[in-house]
């Protein structure tokens, strides 16, 4: 069936009609040119509102173990209205509301791969795909402080993201999870693992050459050492600079830019990470903004959130130690705008998202529900988009961080087109969709449409209508169909098995499981953990390459 | 009447090859009608070690069934010299041989023909007003499809009586915590401390998978606190022992780990008037010197009050070593089909232990926190009784109008459930002749158990005794639609 979006407001810098009014052509579930004498089988009459790519959300926690934690931990402090991680129907009905149609969980240890595989499938509405943690693992670190070669180093993470059926690698305080639990409760960038003698710099160079060589299509995704600490900014541009000008992608970098000067001995490092980004096109980040209310952060980084654990609020924590890989932190927290920190943190994010120059390398997030929920999307595009509105917001936090706040002096506002590259085109072009994020012909046909509203916020609110595949799934916030089938990408690489056998070994003596318990098959993924969801409708699997 | 037959040695080997071969999907083990107890000697008893990815789940560290990698085979790996699963066997052989000679003499009316069981399930939801699903045993895979039965009738879904997790729980919340895993254990404790006389019962491979480990490496030094000695007798001659085990009485403990605690906090303070032992000094000693301290305990064997102070205690040691070194703390959970079902449960619908769907949101209705068997039984018009996971503990005493479990739970249950009328279904025990995914018993890995590569196809997998999750799916499928869920769309949560 041919389907014309009529009357449509194209928002997407990647298609040649964007910023028009025109139609727009579905079949198939992708995007087609016009063909001559064919009429669409169905038109709908848009009435010029805003026609974008279904949103992608490249980081948040929305899968496995330490989100179920999270729900546990918070299980009587939340009433259902107040919870800031659903259960998994509601957060894909919300997402899909604000318009995302891909999300993509940062945080999968190999351990708990299945469980995060399992949540994600039951997460409806949305494409998903997760990113393997390393870097931390017994093996690795001794492998690395041993200085294995780049072959045998390349086949240990290949077959990690293949036994993960994993998107990307991600790693978490490079060795610093590992270290604390060698009671080395501080690891800097040059500074040597008390066990195995590797440095956080050594990690990352390591790895994200490894990464590269693969050819996967995201780079390295970096939570950076002394996460949370004032004076980061320096050991997060060493742990850039570690990259040695190869891809490299920063997370949540609000959490890693912080100077050691100005009020209470912290202030904004901004300035220099988004000089550093704009003058290094082989970085890109996400910001991982924070946003005042109740939030509960959630972290491999048991190092970072061991410390965290006093600032607890309501005050509970959890840190878990996970199977010689990495960790699990959880603390409740809530954003005060009266308080110094964390309104120095609300600025930094912004400050990162308006500094930097290139939106294709920005990503808009807030590292779900580490910074506050995602729900809090639209409030922080609004932000970006509406100077005024910012300014009024600013007036509204702490005063000695608002003083010396950059964004007093900036005037940027983001445009639409900007907010599609940072929400969707850029997101995909990073992870190597190349089908999705967009609206030209042969992208998959998801779409998010809008009615604008008397402001940003609430115009990104609440799409008036989302299709997945080319399929309506949600009309003006009603949920119409939750059994569409959805994707989960993953990478596709090579290695020779013969290069483990040392690897083999090194696992097994540590997990005492044998290492094709590990293994998530390509029938696994595919039969039994998403088959009973939709028995008539086996979802596809399709490489991120 | 049907009698059991007397095990011998040699009809364990038999049963231990019928169940390998079931694995292989070579054996007509796939329907119960063909289940015998033989006597007759087998010459070449087949390998349970027969391919990748089995797991038992007897108990909390679901042990692999293949070999390690050949240099690490000493760590063990296979279930030969497991007798908590020797046992399970024996036990579920004779049980499934008393289903089935005894099937038409119980009250409950069984049937093997899928069909019929879809349609008695069915006619079993749409026929009351309030079904509770009491889970006590279930995969990934069942616990989503009954949620979506749940969820279609507006029921309940209620997850076991784990109260031993229950108080883990609490403390969690209220004290904070400071946990580990298996893993961590064999990689990097370097003082273990079991602690019950249920450990070792209740995961008899943790010595040998965990406690152990290879000349040269980092030393791991082992200490065992219980109520009672332990029987040397019980234990192979390769397991492991304690290197120092002691015996504490059960009305002690909360006390000795009180004075345990005092003395790591004040070391001084151990003089004539100090409450602590010679025994507890040379724990604290340990502690001391430990770098990654572990305490090990079974949550089945901490249900009370004063239990819940124990693991209070534990916790406080844990922390106040922690402002130094690293102490952990890990319950292990014997039940992974109830810690599977209660994981699953959390991230459908958001709720602990017990979910209501009310017609818009899964919620948790305060008073079912207290509740006893009875006051469930009182609660609901009728009850269904799921255990799919194999388990060697006893399914719960509750009258269930429709119970739906393997063999070996049916025949157990079905002494109790003589005068009861209401339907009985047996399905594949999960791991053995049906797929799914289970949590290990400390939370530290989800596994794949029972599916070899090769029938993970779903036509190809037996139709006698229905998987679980394959029987509630198709019932999930024939219930009436209901209005999807549509969380208020005004909720904007915090920021």
Known sequence: ?545 | MFRKPPLTESCRIELKTQLARAHLGQSSFSGYDSWNVSTTPTSKPAPLNAFANQHCSLCGLMCAGAQLHDSNAAFGGTWDCCPRRQTWLAQYASRCSSVLNSRTSFGHSFTDRRTAEVQAIRDFVMGHQRVLWWIDGADVACTRAIAEITQRSHGTIHVGQATGATLVKRTMINEGWLGTTLGEVSGHADLVITLGDCILSEAPLLPARFLSRPDGERPLEWWHVSANHIENSNFSPTTPLPAQSLVWPRAQWLQRLTALQLELQFPANNGPDSQTTGQESLLAEALRRSRYAVWIWDNSEFTNSIDELVISRLLGIARQRTETARCALLNLESQVGQLTAEETLLWLTGCSGTATWNGAEWTTPPRYAAYSLDDWQTEFEAIALVRTVPSVAPLPQLRAELIVATAAELAEKATDARQSSGYSIVVQPTGYAAAGHLQRGDRGASLLVGAPPSRLDREETPADWSAGCELFAEVAGALPSRALATPDATRQGAG
């Open chain 1, 1 to 545: 069936m041919l389907l014309e979006l009529a009357n449509a407001h194209i928002i997407d810098p990647t298609h040649p009609r964007h910023g028009q009014i025109s139609s727009l052509l579905i079949e198939n579930g992708q995007f087609v040119p016009p063909e001559a004498n064919r009429e669409p089988d169905q038109r709908i009459d848009l009435e010029q509102q805003l026609v974008m790519a279904g949103a992608i959300d490249i980081h948040t926690h929305i899968g496995g173990g330490k989100v179920n934690l999270s729900r546990l931990l918070m299980a009587d402090v939340f009433r259902p209205e107040q919870r800031v991680v659903w259960p998994t129907l509601e957060t894909g009905a919300k997402y899909c509301r604000m318009g995302y149609t891909a999300c993509f969980e940062p945080a999968m240890l190999l351990s708990a791969a299945r469980h995060t595989h399992l949540e994600l499938a039951d997460t409806p509405l949305l494409d998903s795909g997760a990113y393997v943690v390393l870097g931390n693992e017994d093996w690795l670190l001794q492998a690395l402080g041993q200085d294995v070669d780049d072959e045998q180093l390349r086949a240990m993470v290949a077959w990690s993201v293949r036994a993960s059926q994993a998107m990307a690698v991600k790693v978490v305080n490079p060795g610093g999870i590992n270290a604390f639990k060698f009671n080395q409760r501080t690891l800097n960038v040059d500074q040597a693992h008390v066990q195995w003698g590797v440095t956080p710099r050594d990690v990352v160079r390591r790895l994200t050459a490894a990464v590269d060589d693969l050819g996967l299509a995201h780079p390295l995704h970096v939570h950076a050492s002394n996460l949370g600490v004032p004076g980061n900014i320096a050991s997060t541009l060493q742990t850039l600079d570690a990259s040695e000008g190869r891809r490299i992608h920063l997370t949540h970098a609000q959490f890693n830019c912080y100077s050691n000067s100005g009020a209470y001995g912290m202030g904004s490092g901004a300035e220099q990470l988004a000089e550093y980004v704009n003058t290094h096109p082989n970085v890109s980040l996400d910001v991982g903004q924070v946003m005042f209310g109740q939030t509960v952060t959630i972290s491999a980084d048991t190092a970072a959130q061991y410390g965290n654990r006093n600032h607890a609020k309501p005050a509970r924590w959890y840190i878990n130690d996970v199977e010689c890989q990495a960790g699990c932190g959880m603390i409740p927290i809530r954003y005060e705008n009266r308080q110094y920190v964390h309104s120095l943190q609300w600025t930094i994010g912004l400050e990162l998202m308006l500094l930097i120059q290139d939106p294709w390398r920005v990503f808009l997030t807030t590292d779900h529900p580490n910074g506050g929920p995602f729900t809090s999307y639209p409030h922080l595009i609004r932000l970006l988009m509406d100077k005024s509105f910012r300014q009024s917001m600013l007036e509204q936090i702490h005063p000695q961080a608002a003083a010396n706040s950059l964004l007093r002096d900036i005037d940027r506002e983001y445009s639409l087109a900007e907010i599609a590259i940072t929400t969707r085109a850029a997101p995909a072009r990073i992870l190597g969709l190349q089908r999705h994020g967009s609206l030209r012909d042969g992208a998959v046909a998801d779409v998010a449409i809008y009615r604008r509203q008397s402001n940003w916020e609430d115009t990104f609110a609440q799409a008036t209508c989302v299709m997945k595949g080319g399929v309506e799934v949600m009309r003006d916030g009603q949920l119409l169909l939750s059994e569409t089938p959805c994707t989960t990408h993953r990478a596709t690489v090579n290695f020779d098995p013969g290069l483990l056998t040392r690897f083999q070994t090194s696992v097994e003596q540590c997990l005492r499981m044998p290492l094709s318990s590990l293994v998530i098959s390509d029938d696994e993924l595919s039969d039994l953990i998403r088959r009973d969801r939709r028995l008539h409708a086996r979802p596809r699997v399709e490489g991120g390459r």
